[in-house]
């Protein structure tokens, strides 16, 4: 949403963070990370991604951002991927768990779709030539210079 914005839009409507964003006082996002294991390694892709969530979950999440401990009593939160992967079908509004992390850590995203290929990934993980080749792709789409969120 925040993406799609012209840079007037996003300065008249949005308000962002490195790791929040509101637009239109009604769109609330959280920056967090999706995790694929790499088959034989403890290496692991990380996807840094957006997810919509509702504003009480917002508020929880703003509230506890600095609070030590907040992984063992806050969350899990219900949330929506609110990216598009090119790499995968429609990943848009993908329905996942929010994981709290410690503070200074990303929240982690947990899809819950069974059966869409990204979720299968999360889960099953994938090769390290997998692990390369989708670098490589996503260096090509999107150049090391494409770092804006959402």
Same mark, same amino acid.
């Given at each position: ?61 703003? @509230?506890?951002? /600095? ?14 991927? $609110?990216?598009? #992967? =090119? ?24 899809? @819950?779709?069974? /059966? ?14 997998? $692990?390369?080749? #989708? =670098? ?15």
């Amino acid at each position: 949403m925040y993406a799609n914005m012209s840079e007037p839009e996003r300065d008249a409507r949005a308000l962002i963070s490195s790791d929040q964003c509101i637009v239109d006082e009604t769109w609330f996002f959280i920056r967090g990370c999706l995790e694929i294991p790499v088959l034989d390694s403890t290496e692991v892709f990380i996807w840094g991604l957006w997810a919509s969530v509702k504003e009480d979950v917002f508020n929880e999440m703003s @509230e506890s951002w /600095e609070e030590e401990g907040r992984e063992t009593r806050r969350g899990p939160f219900k949330a929506r991927l $609110a990216n598009s #992967l =090119s790499v995968y079908p429609e990943t848009l509004n993908l329905k996942l768990r929010i994981a709290i992390q410690p503070v200074a850590t990303r929240p982690l995203f947990i899809l @819950e779709d069974e /059966e869409h290929p990204l979720t299968k990934a999360q889960q099953c993980g994938i090769s390290r030539l997998e $692990a390369m080749e #989708l =670098s490589s792709t996503l260096l090509h789409i999107q150049g090391p210079w494409s770092r804006s969120p959402q």
